[in-house]
């Protein structure tokens, strides 16, 4: 099975009401499209990262009573789990898809990337585009776009990575659902590629 792009109906299982039943549409229509992307892009993202990456397909297996409002797949360098450490992401809202570098509120790398990208910063913010976005949350749709973090909004995001324990960093391409809709699959891998490759710097920075 190639992996096919996402469609309109694949945004809209975020508008089916209930945990039960959302997740049911979920598993059936969104889960194997991440999970055969997640296994095309591991061996080009292993080559970039020079390190085997492992494919993680969002379970929700958390979740009680709220119906998940996104989902995902990540790669990360490890076999058991990805949340511990800095990994990359191809997922969706309702709202669009985002192609994102994150370190969450489980790892302890977040101290590490926050002294490095203090350190770099000059470098880092000239080189990617401007319609990357960051984010401190995610599980909130929204972020701020690159070329609205200012001084001051780099200086907030690097101090809450080095003293709030659940602080979170997030950085990546948003492209909204419309347009989504319209990538082929093979462009779409080409897309996520060129991303990840333009995010590399942002993962080394982690270590």
């Given at each position: 099975?190639?992996?096919?792009?996402?469609?309109?109906?694949?945004?809209?299982?975020?508008?089916?009401?209930?945990?039960?039943?959302?997740?049911?549409?979920?598993?059936?229509?969104?889960?194997?499209?991440?999970?055969?992307?997640?296994?095309?892009?591991?061996?080009?993202?292993?080559?970039?990262?020079?390190?085997?990456?492992?494919v993680h397909v969002?379970?929700?297996?958390?979740?009680?009573?709220?119906?998940?409002?996104?989902?995902?797949?990540?790669?990360?360098?490890?076999?058991?789990?990805?949340?511990?450490?800095?990994?990359?992401?191809?997922?969706?809202?309702?709202?669009?898809?985002?192609?994102?570098?994150?370190?969450?509120?489980?790892?302890?790398?977040?101290?590490?990337?926050?002294?490095h990208l203090e350190?770099?910063?000059?470098?880092?913010?000239?080189?990617?585009?401007?319609?990357?976005?960051?984010?401190?949350?995610?599980?909130?749709?929204?972020?701020?776009?690159?070329?609205?973090?200012?001084?001051?909004?780099?200086?907030?995001?690097?101090?809450?990575?080095?003293?709030?324990?659940?602080?979170?960093?997030?950085?990546?391409?948003?492209?909204?659902?419309?347009?989504?809709?319209?990538?082929?699959?093979?462009?779409?891998?080409?897309?996520?590629?060129?991303?990840?490759?333009?995010?590399?710097?942002?993962?080394?920075?982690?270590?």
């Open positions: 099975m190639n992996f096919t792009g996402f469609t309109s109906d694949d945004f809209d299982v975020f508008l089916v009401p209930g945990l039960e039943n959302r997740m049911s549409v979920l598993i059936e229509r969104v889960r194997p499209k991440l999970e055969v992307l997640g296994a095309e892009i591991a061996p080009y993202l292993s080559a970039l990262c020079g390190e085997e990456m492992f969002a379970k929700h297996a958390r979740r009680t009573i709220n119906p998940p409002i996104d989902t995902w797949v990540a790669w990360a360098a490890n076999k058991r789990g990805y949340k511990a450490l800095p990994h990359f992401e191809v997922g969706m809202f309702e709202s669009h898809l985002f192609i994102i570098f994150a370190i969450i509120y489980e790892s302890p790398n977040k101290v590490v990337f926050a002294n350190q770099q910063l000059s470098d880092i913010t000239s080189k990617l585009p401007k319609s990357y976005y960051w984010s401190m949350d995610h599980m909130k749709p929204d972020g701020t776009p690159h070329d609205e973090m200012d001084q001051e909004s780099f200086d907030v995001l690097i101090n809450k990575l080095k003293q709030v324990k659940k602080a979170e960093v997030i950085c990546g391409l948003r492209i909204p659902r419309e347009e989504a809709v319209n990538i082929k699959g093979d462009k779409l891998i080409e897309t996520i590629q060129e991303t990840f490759e333009t995010l590399l710097p942002l993962y080394r920075m982690a270590f």
